[in-house]
């Protein structure tokens, strides 16, 4: 380094810290990608998967409270006089919360799932399809046909209870994974 000329001492300084400048400007974009990454899977997987999981719970209250008032129509019920529109009204109230329960749970399914959530996930879809095939469509059925047998509505009752509750305790653990996740990512 002693035989070159100040010139060139400094022009080797010069090209030194440019070196070192553009490293570390490139560590920096770096990071500044991976935070972003970051913060993107955090948004997609975690945040909105819980905004999906939220109408899911409200769809089966929604049906519960819909399959009780249909209920309300059985001839000799006092409540029947209170409604000013036919019991099909709640059956296709419950066909549209299927159809969004349905949309829901698959846009929720979409995300990307960590495998004890995949778990939860295989079990949630044998719930739903118990529910669909023993509390939506028969229900809804009942009410269209107006058949308020208690041989009819006893088991749609009792597995919608049963089914609604089982179903929003796993619910319950999603949104556990989804915010001990967003924690880890953060």
């Given amino acids: 380094m002693k035989s070159l000329l100040v ?52 769809v089966l209250r929604d049906n519960r409270a819909q399959f009780a008032l249909g209920l309300q129509h059985a001839p000799g019920n006092a409540l029947a006089a209170l409604h000013d529109h036919p019991a099909s009204f709640h059956a296709d109230q419950i066909e549209k919360n299927q159809q969004l329960l349905d949309a829901a749970w698959k846009k929720y399914t979409a995300t990307y799932l960590i495998p004890e959530e995949k778990k939860l996930v295989d079990e949630m879809d044998k719930l739903l399809q118990t529910y669909r095939q023993s509390v939506s469509l028969p229900g809804a059925e009942i009410l269209r046909k107006g058949d308020y047998a208690l041989d009819s509505i006893k088991p749609v009752f009792n597995s919608l209870n049963k089914l609604t509750d089982e179903i929003a305790a796993i619910v319950g653990k999603l949104v556990n994974i989804q915010t001990d996740e967003a924690k880890v990512e953060y």
């Fill in 7 to 58: 010139g060139q001492r400094l022009y080797a300084l010069v090209a030194l810290f440019a070196a070192v400048l553009l490293l570390l400007g490139f560590m920096g974009l770096r990071s500044s990608s991976d935070i972003v990454a970051g913060l993107k899977t955090v948004y997609e997987d975690r945040t909105v998967a819980l905004g999906d999981l939220l109408p899911i719970v409200r």
